[in-house]
Structure formats: structure tokens, C-alpha cells
């Protein structure tokens, strides 16, 4: 979002800084429209969503499609090999994401367009959407790594051009996540504020920086996660294989590494708002490719 001053634009989420800025509270809403918008959450549920910026639905895909999922993984890494899509831990080589998968799978494509789960994002963001981003995550027993504490959003709008977090995220289970294995954990409440990262966005993409335990850039301040955490705890996500979390763009968010024997994988799709479709990047050269941000 920008408004218009008498002799330019002003971003109220404001990024990539050359020193600490204070936490803004955001501007927009999270639930857009009405908490009675129609769709497949109750009133109820919407509210809750609202307040902890996240909701959870344990029972969204099925056994098959489960397994349908886990062999599409296979196959196109398989199909691709060296590719830029296929990112691997720098550790032992093990893929830790795969991304544009609804590109390369029908399979993916069909589940992610149904009413479960695009229909929800199409509820909360009262809009028509389309996928800014898709991608399996990989947690493989002994070896998953860590992603550090960030806002999507705020990669999305500094790098990708994402004018407002019109958008959010529903990740889908294909393993089962304990608290143990490198479960999502979420800060509750941490969505209706806005944390700019300081230092400034390389002038070229690095690849890098989807392997980095923690990020050079686009990475919070430990105090303010600690103050936010502080204010609002932190939620583990847990849930069988088959079941969903759904939440807000602007959640604080990170996981942990998983040295125990049982992976972790999960299908994550992005739906952005079509009337929040990408501009220029905020606080970047260049967009970054397209596996990372479709336009």
C-alpha cells in the first residue's frame, strides 16, 4: 500500500532500512470484506482467525492424496534434477524445497484449487486469487534444516512487489508434523503488526538465501521477535499427514531443524488477492524469478 503525499508516494511498510525501526501496526485488515463473507469458515472461525492470524483443519486431504503428493515429489525431482526450482540442503545435498509445483504437477494443481483450500483463501480475502507461490518443503529425518524467524510478507512486498498482505498461506501436510520434527511455530497476534528488516536487498538475486539458515536479508531484529513473543507467545502447529494450516502473510513465523528419525514435508500454496497483483519491488533492483513470484 502507498499513499500519496504532495511530492511522492510513502510505503507504509517500509523495509531493507539502514537502521532499527520502531514495530508499525498495520494498516490493513486481515479478514477483508465481512466476518460473514461466504465460503467454507464459519463466523466464528474467521473471527479466530482474525485475532491468532492462522487456522488449522486436520482433516483436509485424504490417504491417497496424500500419497499422490509424495510420488509427484519424487518424480519431478527425478524429472528435473539440476534445476533452479530444486533447492537442496547445503549440508548433504537432500532437496529441502521444490517450487512452482502446481506448474509441474496435475496432481497438485487439482487439489490446490479446491474449494477446501483455495475456496478458504478466496473467503478471508474477499477477492479472486491466483498463486503467488507453491512449493514442498522438505524436512528429511536427521538432516532438515532450520528457517529462521520471518514475515513473508515482507519479502513478498520488498522483493516481489506485493503492494499489501492481501495474501495469505496454506500449508498442507504430507507427513505427519510432531513438535518434535520441525513443526511450523507461529506467533499468534504477531500478524497486525509490521516489523522492517534492516540492511539493503543485494542488487542480484541470490539463490543463497533459500538455504541460509538465517538470511542476510529480510531477516528480523532478535529483540523484536523477542518483544513480540513476549506479547503474544508462540503457538507449535502441529497435525496428522493430510491435515492444513492456513495463516495470514504477515505472521511471524519460523521452524526448527529436524535431527530425529521421522521427516517432515509439507505442500504449501500461496494465494495472493488479484486485485493485490505484484508492481515493482519496494526495496529491490529487480523482481526475483518467477518460480519464487508468479506473475
Known amino acids: 500500500m502507498t499513499t500519496q503525499t504532495a511530492t511522492r508516494p510513502v510505503d507504509v511498510y517500509r523495509t531493507r532500512l539502514s537502521q532499527h525501526n520502531q514495530i508499525e501496526p498495520r494498516p490493513h485488515p486481515v479478514v477483508w470484506g465481512s466476518m460473514s463473507n461466504p465460503g467454507p469458515l464459519s463466523t466464528p472461525e474467521l473471527r479466530r482467525y482474525d485475532e491468532r492470524g492462522y487456522h488449522t483443519d486436520r482433516s483436509v486431504l485424504g490417504d491417497e492424496d496424500v500419497?499422490?503428493?509424495?510420488?509427484?515429489?519424487?518424480?519431478?525431482?527425478?524429472?528435473?534434477?539440476?534445476?533452479?526450482?530444486?533447492?537442496?540442503?547445503?549440508?548433504?545435498?537432500?532437496?529441502?524445497?521444490?517450487?512452482?509445483?502446481?506448474?509441474?504437477?496435475?496432481?497438485?494443481?487439482?487439489?490446490?484449487?479446491?474449494?477446501?483450500?483455495?475456496?478458504?483463501?478466496?473467503q478471508i480475502l474477499d477477492d479472486d486469487v491466483y498463486i503467488h507461490q507453491s512449493r514442498i518443503n522438505l524436512k528429511p529425518g536427521f538432516a532438515g534444516g532450520p528457517f529462521y524467524w520471518h514475515s513473508d510478507f515482507e519479502t513478498w512486498h520488498a522483493e516481489d512487489g506485493m503492494p499489501a498482505p492481501r495474501a495469505l498461506s496454506v500449508s498442507i501436510a504430507l507427513t505427519p508434523n510432531y513438535s518434535h520434527n520441525g513443526a511450523l511455530m507461529i506467533i499468534p497476534g504477531s500478524h497486525k503488526r509490521f516489523v522492517g528488516c534492516v540492511g539493503a536487498t543485494p542488487d542480484a538475486y541470490h539463490r543463497e538465501s533459500l538455504v541460509s539458515?538465517?538470511?542476510?536479508?529480510?531477516?528480523?531484529?532478535?529483540?523484536?521477535?523477542?518483544?513480540?513473543?513476549?506479547?503474544?507467545?508462540?503457538?507449535?502447529?502441529?497435525?496428522?499427514?493430510?491435515?492444513?494450516?492456513?495463516?495470514?502473510?504477515?505472521?511471524?513465523?519460523?521452524?526448527?531443524?529436524?535431527?530425529?528419525?521421522?521427516?517432515?514435508?509439507?505442500l504449501f500454496v500461496v494465494f495472493n488477492a488479484k486485485s493485490n497483483t505484484l508492481t515493482e519491488p519496494f526495496a529491490a533492483a529487480r523482481p526475483r524469478p518467477d518460480h519464487l513470484a508468479h506473475r
Open 67 to 122: 500419497g499422490r503428493c509424495l510420488d509427484e515429489v519424487r518424480a519431478i525431482t527425478d524429472r528435473l534434477g539440476v534445476d533452479e526450482r530444486v533447492v537442496r540442503e547445503s549440508s548433504n545435498g537432500d532437496v529441502r524445497s521444490l517450487f512452482a509445483v502446481h506448474h509441474l504437477s496435475d496432481v497438485v494443481a487439482e487439489i490446490v484449487a479446491r474449494d477446501d483450500i483455495a475456496g478458504v483463501a478466496r
Open 213 to 266: 539458515y538465517r538470511p542476510p536479508v529480510g531477516t528480523p531484529e532478535e529483540n523484536d521477535v523477542t518483544a513480540l513473543a513476549d506479547e503474544f507467545g508462540i503457538d507449535t502447529v502441529t497435525g496428522p499427514a493430510g491435515s492444513a494450516l492456513y495463516f495470514d502473510s504477515n505472521c511471524m513465523h519460523a521452524s526448527s531443524g529436524n535431527i530425529t528419525p521421522y521427516p517432515r514435508s509439507n
